[in-house]
């Protein structure tokens, strides 16, 4: 079989940024027609790599080819002229513009009424946009507005801009991140399509069941180095896990149940209804005891968020109760609860979880910075802010370029997320509510967050844990609840329940269909 056409090739790529090398001497070459995957840990480069290649970034040091001739890719638009394009984890759309708007914005196809007066030619642009969508199985409305649409049609969006400009080399950082199981499932054969219609894609994941699926090849990065390019017909996930972080690693975190103790959450009847008055949360009851692993299974938008939000305080309850070991929570705002014992890391990590103006060790003193010892006499204690961040920087594992002085904007979204992990278990709380908390992590970091989850059950605190992961909850869940278009279909214990049994509960199906 004869040897595929090198398309990219990176030679000898650095870049530095304050306190820290992103990328260090990286090389690779990546074929025409392949699906070639870059895996690494949280903060090992793999972004930072795409970002040089579409122009957001430029190297400090090596050379990028294209088609065998030297590429000086100073922006953006350099590379889309080179047929480079590229699919962002956060999604660059303009949310009142309609799909067809945001796909031409830049390259908008012009004519001219009576020869004279130019105007943008929608009509066209749309009917081209609905050809693409067909021709790589992309179900997209080219006339909706983008805050109407779901995330993983926004996703299409993105991957029809590529398209549309005709793009040959096109990049996917995290395109799963933010999917449901159902809605991976259909990305991936997308990805798959691409490559079958001559597309050579980049792929950027820390999913290894994902690489193992569509990848021809993958990259891992260390800590900005280039370690290891594998062909994955001929590795497994677990080598390369063990290449990723160094060190052997236990796919399943699950442990016996600890005594289970005395009811400290017990939510009634509890309604939630969105600003139109539609039930996100209809009449949902259950309690979670000290000890306990209380998991919420269901596809995205079944209310699950709703209801975590509704305990932590963040939306309104429209009838029902929600109690903390026995105190009435319903007239707390959120800082009562905090202080009341709830602690809670939310699904969306910067909008909610952190300020991302702010240095690492502010965002880890939100929740206590007006507190002894970081404030006193009403004047803050830079030190203990300082101290308190070092301390969860080592025991989370949060890699920060400037310490914990580094702006949150600046560390990866894994990195925020495990900053977010530790702020939250630092509290000491009695109840612990966990959205989506490895959504967007590294297998190591992965494990060692559900790691952290039973350290908590093991201490006798509740745990409420809601992931769209069916493999998380069934590993760590001691009881499990799903949820299906705001409603509790089901309580149970977990080990009464098979992922079969979840997933057909998930979907609405209950014993009586």
């Known amino acids: 079989?004869?040897?595929?056409?090198?398309?990219?090739?990176?030679?000898?790529?650095?870049?530095?940024?304050?306190?820290?090398?992103?990328?260090?001497?990286?090389?690779?070459?990546?074929?025409?027609g392949e699906i070639y995957a870059l895996l690494g840990e949280n903060g090992a480069g793999k972004s930072t790599l795409a970002s040089m290649i579409f122009g957001l970034y430029q190297p400090d040091e090596g050379q990028i080819f294209m088609r065998g001739?030297?590429?000086?890719?100073?922006?953006?638009?350099?590379?889309?002229?080179?047929?480079i394009g590229m699919v962002h984890q956060h999604f660059k759309l303009i949310s009142n513009y309609t799909v067809t708007q945001n796909i031409i914005l830049g390259d908008e196809p012009k004519k001219r009424a009576l020869g004279i007066f130019p105007y943008v030619d929608i009509k066209n642009a749309e009917k081209r946009i609905e050809e693409l969508s067909k021709e790589y199985g992309l179900e997209v409305d080219p006339s909706a507005v983008i805050s109407d649409l779901g995330v993983s049609v926004q996703q299409r969006v993105e991957i029809l801009k590529m398209l549309y400009r005709d793009a040959e080399l096109l990049i996917f950082d995290e395109p799963t991140a933010m999917l449901t199981p159902q809605e991976i499932e259909s990305l991936l054969q997308i990805i798959k399509n691409l490559r079958d219609q001559g597309k050579t894609v980049i792929f950027?994941?820390?999913?290894?069941?994902?690489?193992?699926?569509?990848?021809?090849?993958?990259?891992?990065?260390?800590?900005?180095?280039?370690?290891?390019?594998?062909?994955?017909?001929?590795?497994?996930?677990?080598?390369?896990?063990?290449?990723?972080?160094?060190?052997?690693?236990?796919?399943?975190?699950?442990?016996?149940?600890?005594?289970?103790?005395?009811?400290?959450?017990?939510?009634?009847?509890?309604?939630?209804?969105?600003?139109?008055?539609?039930?996100?949360?209809?009449?949902?009851?259950?309690?979670?005891?000290?000890?306990?692993?209380?998991?919420?299974?269901?596809?995205?938008?079944?209310g699950q968020t709703e209801l975590a939000d509704a305990v932590a305080g963040l939306t309104k309850v429209k009838k029902g109760s929600i109690r903390l070991n026995d105190c009435d929570l319903?007239?707390?705002?959120?800082?009562?609860?905090?202080?009341?014992?709830?602690?809670?890391?939310?699904?969306?990590?910067?909008?909610?979880?952190?300020?991302?103006?702010?240095?690492?060790?502010?965002?880890?003193?939100?929740?206590?910075?007006?507190?002894?010892?970081?404030?006193?006499?009403?004047?803050?204690?830079?030190?203990?802010?300082?101290?308190?961040?070092?301390?969860?920087?080592?025991?989370f594992d949060i890699r920060c370029a400037r310490g914990c002085k580094t702006t949150t904007r600046e560390m990866s979204g894994g990195n925020?997320?495990?900053?977010?992990?530790?702020?939250?278990?630092?509290?000491?709380?009695?109840?612990?509510?966990?959205?989506?908390?490895?959504?967007?992590?590294?297998?190591?970091?992965?494990?060692?967050?559900?790691?952290?989850?039973?350290?908590?059950?093991?201490?006798?605190?509740?745990?409420?844990?809601?992931?769209?992961?069916?493999?998380?909850?069934?590993?760590?869940?001691?009881?499990?609840?799903?949820?299906?278009?705001?409603?509790?279909?089901?309580v149970a214990p977990a080990s009464t329940l098979t992922t079969n049994k979840v997933g057909e509960y998930m979907m609405g199906v209950t014993e009586n269909d």
């Open 204 to 302: 950027i994941t820390h999913k290894l069941d994902e690489v193992m699926e569509v990848c021809d090849r993958c990259a891992i990065l260390v800590r900005g180095k280039l370690v290891d390019v594998s062909e994955t017909k001929n590795t497994s996930p677990a080598e390369l896990a063990a290449k990723m972080v160094g060190r052997d690693i236990n796919f399943s975190a699950k442990r016996p149940t600890k005594a289970i103790g005395k009811t400290v959450l017990e939510v009634q009847d509890l309604r939630v209804e969105d600003s139109s008055g539609f039930p996100k949360v209809n009449d949902v009851s259950f309690e979670i005891r000290a000890g306990e692993i209380f998991a919420i299974a269901g596809v995205s938008g079944s």
């Open 1 to 32: 079989m004869a040897e595929q056409e090198i398309l990219l090739e990176v030679k000898g790529v650095t870049k530095r940024f304050p306190g820290i090398v992103a990328c260090d001497d990286v090389s690779l070459d990546i074929r025409k």
């Open 416 to 490: 925020q997320q495990k900053a977010i992990v530790g702020r939250e278990i630092d509290q000491d709380a009695d109840l612990l509510i966990f959205v989506q908390p490895t959504r967007g992590l590294d297998i190591g970091a992965i494990m060692a967050i559900r790691e952290r989850i039973l350290d908590e059950r093991d201490k006798g605190k509740a745990i409420l844990l809601i992931s769209l992961e069916l493999d998380e909850v069934m590993d760590l869940a001691d009881t499990i609840g799903v949820m299906y278009a705001g409603q509790m279909l089901k």
């Open 330 to 395: 319903a007239k707390l705002n959120v800082r009562k609860r905090c202080e009341s014992g709830i602690a809670y890391i939310p699904e969306d990590r910067q909008s909610v979880g952190l300020v991302l103006d702010f240095s690492l060790d502010q965002n880890l003193a939100l929740k206590s910075y007006y507190q002894a010892p970081f404030c006193t006499s009403s004047l803050l204690n830079p030190t203990a802010f300082a101290e308190r961040a070092e301390k969860l920087i080592e025991d």
């Open 69 to 83: 001739k030297e590429a000086q890719i100073d922006s953006p638009n350099e590379a889309v002229a080179l047929d």
